[in-house]
């Protein structure tokens, strides 16, 4: 997408009506978008969003993420430890975190989480597990909702959520569980994060799924640099494509693209309460 046009401005208009919509998880901090950054929120900004939530997943990148927030009104951030990035969390750590997590634009302790593609090691699997342990009470203490990834680890994640979750909301990044699992996350009053795998060929159940749950519980994601939706498929992912997830959910579900924008923005709003309209 080198830029959008005049005429995709005025698609996007019909499209949505007055409707905005939220990329509720981004890492436009990276070094993907180091040279044209501004154009990336810019070009966001005209193809509808009013928010963009982008996501630390180490404590470096989520100091960066923090500076972001300070340059660009529309950019929000979460604060937080990726599995991919385990390591013992000090106390200096923990303090970094909740010294970022009372700011204004902080809204989540995130991305956190299990992560058990890449991590076979059942002791640094275990790590991951004490760290998300510790990021949640984190999220409890701050009063703020988290941002959980979970990859090929369904039933540690829920087993923790069930037992060191209580009293947190939040949302479950790029959704790749069962309806069962969606449904129990629904039920505890958190959403689901759908975002590019939802337009491709083999997206499996998800299609099914996001046609069962409720729109209430779901928000749109991009997870860019990464995964890029149909018809972007194979470019850079960047904040404006949550056009096209928003699209296919829309699609799946029989409903207008305003009202689906509209939803997934009230609903965004809902779970990051320190997002300002």
Same mark, same amino acid.
């Given at each position: 997408?080198?830029?959008? #046009?005049?005429?995709?401005?005025? +698609?996007?208009? /019909? ?14 901090? =990276? ?16 193809? %509808?969003?009013?928010?963009? =939530?982008?996501? %630390? ?48 634009? $902080? ?16 002791? /640094?699997?275990?790590? +991951? ?40 909301? %939040? $949302? ?13 996350? =629904?039920?505890? %009053? ?8 939802? #337009? ?9 799924? =996001?046609? /069962? ?50 939803? #997934? ?13």
């Amino acid at each position: 997408m080198a830029g959008v #046009t005049e005429a995709m401005v005025a +698609q996007l208009g /019909k499209d949505l009506g007055q409707a905005k919509l939220i990329d509720t998880h981004a890492h436009i901090n =990276v070094e993907h978008f180091a040279e044209d950054r501004d154009a990336v929120v810019e070009r966001a900004a005209q193809a %509808g969003l009013s928010h963009i =939530v982008n996501m %630390g997943d180490s404590m470096e990148s989520s100091q960066s993420s923090v500076a972001l927030t300070k340059i660009y009104p529309m950019v929000y951030t979460g604060v937080g430890i990726h599995p991919e990035e385990a390591h013992p969390m000090t106390q200096a750590d923990e303090d970094q975190l909740a010294s970022w997590g009372v700011l204004p634009k $902080v809204v989540a302790i995130g991305e956190i989480g299990l992560d058990y593609y890449w991590e076979k090691d059942g002791d /640094k699997r275990q790590l +991951q597990r004490e760290l998300f342990i510790r990021q949640l009470d984190l999220a409890r203490q701050l009063h703020l909702p988290v941002c959980v990834h979970n990859r090929e680890a369904h039933g540690d994640t829920m087993e923790i959520l069930r037992k060191e979750g209580k009293g947190i909301v %939040g $949302v479950m990044h790029c959704f790749s569980g069962s309806l069962e699992i969606a449904q129990e996350l =629904v039920k505890m %009053g958190w959403f689901i994060g759908v975002d590019g795998p939802l #337009t491709f060929k083999n997206a499996a159940k998800l299609p099914e799924i =996001v046609q /069962k749950l409720p729109l209430e519980r779901i928000v749109v994601e991009t997870d860019c640099p990464y995964m890029a939706p149909v018809p972007m498929r194979g470019k850079r992912n960047e904040p404006a494509f949550v056009y096209h997830v928003a699209a296919k959910l829309a699609q799946l579900r029989g409903e207008s693209l305003e009202k689906v924008a509209r939803q #997934t923005t009230a609903n965004a709003l809902e779970l990051y309460p320190k997002l300002e309209l």
